[in-house]
T-cell receptor, first 112, second 114 residues
């Protein structure tokens, strides 16, 4: 089946630093989504990407849909303590029931 | 709007006991999903319902059953719980409009089977 490799698995950074994480797939996706999950909560949608090469921002977050359609990147600029959480990428190949394949997550820790 | 709600938030079961996890959404979404989340494994799809009246198996359906009671509600049942079903369970919903694959998640049910 489809697999997503998300890296890095974890990051420990200082407040104010920029963060980059990425996902790569063995298959082509039509949609890339990025979610954030805080402790004890469900994943919350951050950014949705629908077109190869698309670059979309949401505040300090910027995500890109890779040209090959097999990868996506998420950048966080000027990190703050509330950025702490697990970030998941998810991709869809366009099935009729909207199946998403999820990456394993990147655990982000921000030191004040 | 409450979005996607799940009950209970926590549950402890003994091996062999049964229980039903409840999920409801108030966004008038057509599709609903059940996932389980285990450490280091991301989210894995258990069952989904593309629309009211239909349900289908996902990646890891063994040991589970589902019911799409109406457009709002989608329940997950464990008939005979096993320790391997200790996990965090998330329900999600999707609008099914155009090319949108965006799913919206509930807060989760943390289940421990002893």
């Amino acid at each position: 089946g489809q697999q997503l490799n998300q890296s890095p698995q974890s990051m420990f950074i200082q407040e104010g630093e920029d963060v980059s994480m990425n996902c790569t797939s063995s298959s082509i996706f039509n949609t890339w989504l990025w979610y954030k999950q805080e402790p004890g909560e469900g994943p919350v949608l951050l950014i949705a990407l629908y077109k190869a090469g698309e670059l979309t921002s949401n505040g300090r977050l910027t995500a890109q849909f890779g040209i090959t359609r097999k990868d996506s990147f998420l950048n966080i600029s000027a990190s703050i303590p509330s950025d702490v959480g697990i970030y998941f990428c998810a991709g869809s190949g366009g099935t009729s029931y909207g199946k998403l394949t999820f990456g394993q997550g990147t655990i982000l820790t921000v030191h004040p | 709007n409450a979005g996607v709600t799940q009950t209970p938030k926590f549950q402890v079961l003994k091996t062999g006991q049964s229980m039903t996890l409840q999920c409801a959404q108030d966004m008038n979404h057509n599709s609903m999903y059940w996932y389980r989340q285990d450490p280091g494994m991301g989210l894995r799809l258990i069952y989904y319902s593309a629309s009211e009246g239909t349900t289908d198996k996902g990646e890891v359906p063994n040991g589970y059953n589902v019911s799409r009671l109406n457009k709002r509600e989608f329940s997950l049942r464990l008939e005979s719980a096993a320790p391997s079903q200790t996990s965090v369970y998330f329900c999600a919903s999707r609008k099914n409009q155009g090319r949108s694959y965006e799913q919206y998640f509930g807060p989760g049910t943390r289940l421990t089977v002893t």
